[in-house]
């Protein structure tokens, strides 16, 4: 009998059909793994349409098993490729590669953009120096600098104060036995 290949899918499909259901497939891993087996189960637990849905996940699931001993057996780990982009950024020849290198540590972490503040002009370390150096001289704020607001608070309707002295009433019976 010849190797069956299962089904590729790709990570940016206009269908569901072949979009990675990773929700699906856990969902479908904690049914199987509480012993559930049967087809028409787990479509039910998964909220599928079809059995052939039910399938699909299975083999998406399979592939992505397989992805991941085969990135394994190959010896690339998360420790592999950082240690990769960092000797990259240490390195490499060009400028250019060594910046994209560290570039892509930074979008990593979350920290790929640079915005200035719109206050007054000043970008956020010309404010934080600005600011020790008011702590350190023990400025205060002028009082022109203090903004007052007033508020309105709303009165509150009859049916509610009777409603809180009311469970306030239950509430100190609860207590008082």
Known sequence: ???????????????????????????????????????NELKKIAHLDKVADVYRSLDKLAIRKEYHEALTRSGISLDYIVGGIKKLADTADKDAVRLKSLELLLRSLG???????????????????????????????NSEDIVEYKIDVPETPEKAKKNREKENKLGRQLYEK
């Not at 990570?11 to 087996?37: C, H, M, W």
């Not at 953009?113 to 001289?137: H, P, Q, R, T, V």
């Open 1 to 39: 009998m010849k190797n069956q290949l299962k089904p590729v899918t790709f990570v940016q499909g206009t269908r569901d059909f072949y979009r990675p259901n990773y929700y699906v497939q856990n969902i479908l891993i904690k049914a199987l793994s509480e012993g559930i087996t049967d087809p």
């Open 111 to 141: 920290l790929e953009k640079y915005e200035e503040l719109e206050i007054s002009g000043k970008n956020w370390e010309e404010i934080i120096i600005e600011a020790e150096a008011n702590k350190a001289e023990g400025e205060v704020l």
